[in-house]
């Protein structure tokens, strides 16, 4: 099993940068989805970015043009940058690993999950 572990949330002002990290075991898939999802309190959990082996990432319309994913694939390391954060980024991120082929990222099925690191955004 793929062992996730999260880091570098913490408590931030409004307007103020975080940097998440994931390290990951090593993966036996040759193409997989890695990303970083989130869940507030009483809400959903909602993929926020995600990157596909060979580059094509995708991101929640929400953090479109403030978070930014990059893999350090030599280290098994998966970053998210958050700038300009709000106070609706408050959550609990995690980072996950899935299996990709013709159906897509298989998160739900097959997806190995973090514990998870609080980001807290005060205005």
């Known amino acids: 099993q793929v062992q996730m572990v999260e880091s570098g949330g913490g408590s931030v002002q409004a307007g103020g940068s975080l940097r998440l990290s994931c390290t990951a075991s090593?993966?036996?898939?040759?193409?997989?989805?890695w990303g970083w999802f989130r869940q507030a309190p009483g809400q959903e959990r909602i993929r926020v970015a995600s990157?596909?082996?060979?580059?094509?990432?995708n991101y929640a319309d929400s953090v479109k043009g403030r978070f930014t994913i990059s893999p350090d694939n030599a280290e098994n390391t998966l970053y998210l940058l958050l700038n300009s954060l709000k106070p609706e980024d408050t959550a609990m991120y995690y980072c996950a690993r899935a299996p990709y082929n013709y159906l897509g990222c298989r998160w739900t099925a097959f997806g190995d999950w973090g514990q998870g690191t609080q980001v807290t955004v005060s205005s």
């Open positions: 990157i596909v082996s060979g580059g094509s990432t």
């Open positions: 090593t993966y036996t898939y040759s193409k997989y989805c």
